[in-house]
């Protein structure tokens, strides 16, 4: 068997990223690495917003936005985001960016094999897939297994899940200049339900019907919300040209109780996804760099993790949504109508004092919240 020193079961956003942050360091050219996936990563299967002030991926970033809307079915808002910007990027774009620096790298190779099963046997591990089995010092594994969390009920879980239409109109009924970021202005039926609109012309756009919701909807049902809304942006004649579809994780579990001292779980498994917002490309950005610095002095994975203020707001807020689903366009709505943005997308991005903090949970529900603090205190 060949031996490494770092295997990735799962070449997905965070195991691509922690290689890249390895690479750029400079720290890991003596060290043998291997990524294995099933999936060659050659196709545009996702795309990746975030806001951000800096200059953070900037030459991959396919469109900017300077403004967000916020809507529900009683009123909009334009959303200043500055300093930040709103930015997409094609998951084809980064796949491409990263590999190419693999490729220069005789240190680190890739795989297109499909891993059924990996251990730590002392003071080593064994990667086993369909094809061969390998041996390294640690495991970064992204590979997300749900029964972790179905088979409990202290963390609740729900689904961020949506289907989206690239499609290019005839008309020119979009704002290139505004990102539509959440239009509850749906039909909530029950769930908490809202429209994602990323335009990257005047008659082109990424439509996704979202969902923050225990259960997932048939295929149709997304597809006729789409199709409902595009009718009422004024749009008759148009065509598909790309579909997209997703489910990401939303909980506050502690994946990070079942890493060991060779094996670390990093991405949705390993935590990594903002679990109020199924935000990933953003933490998985910070993550990376901070496990990098981390492996530059540490050897035993079990001490990465820190838990923090963050994490417990994020543990109430999923527990109001998933106790009361049909509110969420309440929640954020009184978020967003009068809050600064500014503000609450530093607080979301985990930056914000507690000061700050205090001046966006003050915008929540407040009967909402106290009622699922008391719950957990006493759960």
């Not at 970033?61 to 910007?85: C, E, G, H, I, M």
């Not at 923050?212 to 148009?238: P, R």
Request: charged share 25%.
């Amino acid at each position: 068997m060949k031996h490494y020193h770092y295997i990735f079961t799962g070449s997905g956003l965070s195991a691509l990223m922690t290689v890249y942050e390895m690479i750029l360091s400079g720290k890991f050219n003596d060290k043998t690495i291997l990524l294995l996936d099933e999936n060659p990563k050659k196709s545009n299967d996702r795309t990746w917003c975030f806001w951000d002030n800096s200059s953070l991926f900037d030459e991959i970033v396919s469109k900017k936005w300077d403004v967000a809307l916020f809507a529900d079915s009683t009123f909009k808002r334009d959303l200043d985001l500055n300093p930040y910007q709103y930015k997409m990027i094609r998951g084809l774009d980064f796949y491409n960016l990263v590999f190419d620096l693999i490729s220069k790298q005789e240190n680190i190779h890739f795989a297109n094999q499909k891993v059924i099963d990996f251990e730590e046997l002392g003071n080593h591990c064994i990667v086993k897939t369909e094809n061969e089995s390998y041996t390294c010092n640690k495991i970064f594994n992204s590979i997300y297994n749900p029964n972790l969390v179905k088979s409990q009920s202290k963390y609740p879980l729900l689904q961020q899940h949506f289907i989206g239409w690239f499609i290019k109109s005839k008309e020119e009924v979009f704002d290139r200049n505004t990102a539509t970021f959440m239009d509850f202005s749906v039909e909530q039926r029950g769930n908490t339900r809202f429209m994602y609109v990323l335009p990257t012309s005047s008659t082109e756009a990424l439509l996704e019907y979202t969902l923050f919701s225990k259960d997932l909807l048939s295929k149709e049902e997304y597809e006729n919300e789409i199709q409902i809304y595009i009718k009422k942006l004024g749009v008759s004649d148009y065509e598909i040209v790309e579909k997209e579809q997703g489910n990401i994780p939303m909980t506050s579990y502690k994946f990070w109780k079942h890493n060991t001292k060779n094996i670390i779980n990093i991405g949705s498994v390993g935590g990594w996804t903002k679990a109020s917002t199924g935000y990933t490309f953003k933490n998985t950005t910070k993550k990376s760099k901070e496990l990098i610095q981390f492996l530059s002095n540490q050897s035993d994975l079990r001490k990465f993790h820190k838990t923090d203020k963050f994490w417990f707001y994020d543990l109430l807020f999923l527990d109001v949504l998933f106790k009361r689903n049909d509110l969420g366009s309440k929640v954020f709505s009184a978020l967003f109508k009068k809050g600064n943005p500014t503000l609450i997308f530093k607080f979301l991005d985990e930056e914000t004092t507690f000061w700050e903090d205090l001046q966006v949970i003050w915008k929540c529900p407040k009967g909402l919240f106290v009622n699922a603090l008391l719950r957990r205190i006493f759960k």
